[in-house]
């Protein structure tokens, strides 16, 4: 029969921000199963919907569990102490977008609209755990510019970051972006004496190129001066004379792939 009294219960440790006076009655066990004393009133005052504690059988202090690790609890606790806040500059982007969503879930509001902004500037490095942060929260602005990144993103990951409800939208966007793509990636109309070897032509390669950018990241096709880019590139590669006669059906080519891309919706008109 398990006696209760020889039960263990961790130590009580001491706050983990440097120099704080304040009493520890709380120990948060994260899901990594790290403990964290800290203190009741702190939770209250920066924040709501912590789950609740119960009572420690030695009753000196209140035990919690969260969801969260160590690394986003200890950035809360962080937030929820009168005391500069922590420099998120160097902090891993996936680690700042779980910090956001702990903001968000637990109202620290002293975090939530600065991790909103540091996620805003980042969002080449994650695109993908990016949008679903930004469709959970109605975050618009960030979910377009974070759509057309996450779309080489695998379906397998899509699912995972994405939740049932956000993946339906992705998909419904990626089919969107397909059908802008369908139709339009035919060979630029080479004129004689190109057109049966085509590859013979200095345009030719320029036209791989550009398909090989697309493919390799189709999004960006849908950023702001794409064409400018392609055209600066186009200028740049052509090492020998341009062909007069089929770079004019290069440029056109181009235009209609960027004619469609201004045609595309934001992902914001799918929320
Ligand atoms: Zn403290
Ligand atoms: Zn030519």
Not at 194 to 202: E, I, T
Request: hydrophobic residues 40%; glycine residues 4%.
């Amino acid at each position: 029969m398990p006696n209760e009294d020889v039960e263990e219960e961790p130590d009580v440790p001491s706050c983990h921000v440097p120099d704080c006076t304040l009493p520890i009655d709380v120990v948060i066990k994260t899901s990594d199963a790290k403990y964290f004393g800290t203190h009741l009133q702190n939770l209250e005052s920066y924040g709501e919907g912590f789950p609740p504690a119960s009572l420690g059988k030695r009753k000196r202090v209140n035990y919690m569990d969260i969801e969260e690790d160590s690394d986003v609890l200890s950035l809360m606790l962080d937030f929820m102490h009168k005391q500069p806040q922590p420099d998120l500059q160097q902090l891993q982007i996936k680690v700042l977008v779980r910090l956001a969503e702990a903001a968000e879930k637990y109202l620290i509001y002293s975090a939530i609209s600065i991790c909103r902004v540091m996620i805003g500037n980042r969002i080449p490095e994650a695109p993908l755990e990016i949008l679903g942060y930004a469709i959970k929260h109605n975050y618009h602005n960030i979910a377009n510019k974070a759509a057309p990144l996450s779309l080489e993103s695998s379906w397998n990951d899509a699912r995972r970051e994405l939740g049932a409800s956000g993946l339906i939208l992705w998909a419904e966007y990626r089919e969107y972006f397909h059908s802008l793509f369908r139709g339009r990636l035919y060979p630029v109309q080479f004129h004689p004496p190109f057109q049966y070897a085509p590859r013979l032509c200095s345009e030719y390669d320029i036209q791989v190129n550009v398909l090989n950018r697309l493919f390799k990241s189709p999004g960006t096709v849908l950023s702001e001066g794409w064409k400018d880019q392609q055209m600066a590139s186009v200028d740049l590669e052509h090492d020998m004379e341009p062909c007069s006669d089929c770079e004019e059906g290069l440029r056109l080519w181009l235009q209609n792939l960027v004619d469609a891309a201004e045609l595309f919706p934001k992902f914001s008109t799918l929320l």
